[in-house]
């Protein structure tokens, strides 16, 4: 193992982190800010690229500051889907860019499908048309933003996810890539050929000339330019998306190794090695990084509200003061007294794929109090995420007994304990939550050389296992009755009674 420091950026639907981490792979110091989220119309969620930017130097200064250290290398995580587009002569973003939870292209996706599409993008890209992927977004862009044609036409729009724009702002506007994991959100990767392909391109009408090159997760990406607190000289060595970063930072780098990790929503990954294995149960064929951090395949399932229902409980219902205030609220009654609710804000994704159903609770009597829907939705994220891995057991042919856990709201007891009992599994929760950022990082150093497979081993530690307790009968009774509820979340968006 050599020495040195890896400095690793999360770029998140919230907010943007820094983590130094030594070359132990333990934390140093990290810094972390939050962002404005826009929403200019129902179902319309839009970031300030900008103010991303302008996130990312406050925490790496923070992250930094006073510290004379050997940076090594630099990686990046970050939310995949969401949509930027900028100006190469000038680096100016135009406007704002398109968020993953952005439902606005609905319209064009079952355009699509009416023309037949779905079957060749499931082909290529194991994707669903769903708004919920980039290549709508950009194609809805380029008809759509004054100005956003025109430069393509001339060669000088450029076209990324959050990572491609904090390369190419880490490397004073140089290096223009992204990596395959990115790649393959956007319905415009072929994951079997390993390139952007044009017969996808044409269908959605994007010139090939706006797209980032695709390097390898754990490779070159430039070295940085000095910008205030950011050294000049340091190679960007490590780049994926959060959800293959978290299954690769948990070390799930072999075939039936899975994870899921709640943040915003809740993202399931099964990894699959070098099988691409299509689903047969609503679920996404997508790109993943194996013990090197070459490119393989893992089975995917997005679960599009999760910790955000923690939130809204909180900012919008007013019913808790804080986020952990919803575990001993929750543990204060021994049931929900048979309150259910499907946070479909946002509709459903896998396994229902239904983008009009709508959230709703059902199940309230007079005798439901703010702990019942407390724990009602806490439960909600738990069954949501038993769905998805049904379906993975059902492609996989065999039960899933284990399961990784990461991300902000495993630090819940009560939810991890629920979802342990209703997956009749065992989590595997590791010291160490910040999973995604430690994939980041370890692709970092394994792109640099500061570690090597063996070494990663030892950089990931579990904490607690949590064994599953719920008698049989009951468990069964609980999903029946969710099933229904999420049925009435579907019959009520189709029959425009919400």
């Not at 491609?164 to 004073?172: M, Q």
């Not at 007294?337 to 983008?355: M, R």
Request: aromatic share 6%; charged share 20%.
């Amino acid at each position: 193992m050599n020495t040195g420091h890896i400095l690793a950026i999360d770029r998140g639907t919230t907010g943007t982190r820094a983590i130094l981490f030594n070359d132990r792979g333990r934390e140093v110091s990290r810094g972390y800010r939050t962002h404005r989220q826009y929403y200019p119309k129902p179902g319309w969620v839009e970031h300030d690229p900008a103010e991303i930017w302008k996130a990312c130097v406050s925490v790496i200064g923070k992250a930094l500051a006073g510290r004379k250290i050997r940076l090594a290398g630099i990686g990046i995580t970050n939310q995949r889907e969401t949509v930027f587009v900028w100006d190469r002569r000038t680096g100016k973003p135009l406007g704002r860019g398109i968020v993953w939870q952005d439902r606005r292209t609905a319209p064009e996706c079952a355009a699509l499908r009416r023309r037949g599409a779905l079957a060749e993008v499931r082909r290529k890209t194991g994707l669903l048309l769903d708004p919920y992927f980039s290549g709508t977004k950009l194609a809805w862009i380029l008809r759509n933003v004054p100005g956003a044609c025109g430069l393509a036409r001339a060669g000088r729009l450029a076209f990324g996810t959050p990572d491609t724009w904090v390369i190419w702002n880490l490397t004073g506007g140089r290096i223009h890539a992204t990596d395959p994991t990115n790649a393959s959100r956007t319905l415009m990767y072929n994951i079997t050929k390993r390139e952007w392909d044009p017969g996808l391109l044409r269908m959605l009408g994007v010139p090939s000339s706006v797209l980032p090159e695709v390097r390898p997760s754990a490779g070159s990406f430039g070295v940085t330019a000095h910008q205030g607190p950011i050294p000049a000289g340091i190679p960007v060595s490590g780049v994926a998306g959060d959800q293959q970063s978290a299954l690769f930072g948990q070390g799930c780098v072999n075939p039936g190794e899975m994870k899921v990790t709640y943040g915003t929503g809740a993202f399931l990954l099964l990894q699959t090695g070098s099988s691409l294995v299509r689903s047969r149960h609503g679920l996404l064929t997508t790109v993943a990084c194996g013990p090197r951090g070459e490119a393989t395949y893992a089975l995917e399932g997005s679960v599009f509200i999760a910790g955000a229902v923690v939130q809204w409980l909180r900012d919008e219902l007013r019913l808790i003061s804080s986020s952990p205030e919803s575990e001993p609220l929750a543990k204060s009654v021994p049931d929900t007294q048979g309150v259910y609710l499907v946070p479909a804000f946002t509709g459903l994704g896998a396994p229902y794929w239904d983008p009009d159903a709508r959230g709703i609770v059902t199940g309230l009597t007079r005798g439901a109090g703010r702990a019942h829907v407390v724990r009602a939705a806490l439960e909600g994220i738990a069954y949501q995420t038993a769905d998805v891995v049904s379906a993975m057991a059902a492609d996989a042919g065999k039960p899933i007994r284990r399961l990784k856990v990461d991300g902000g709201a495993c630090a819940n007891g009560f939810l991890m304990q629920f979802q342990s009992d209703i997956l009749k599994a065992a989590l595997v929760r590791p010291r160490n939550t910040e999973t995604t950022a430690i994939g980041a990082a370890t692709l970092a150093g394994l792109g640099v050389k500061l570690w090597t497979p063996a070494d990663l081993t030892r950089l990931r530690a579990p904490d607690r296992v949590f064994l599953p307790r719920m008698p049989e009968p009951r468990r069964r009774l609980l999903l029946a009755g969710w099933h229904a509820a999420v049925s009435r979340a579907q019959s009520r968006a189709r029959s425009g009674a919400v």
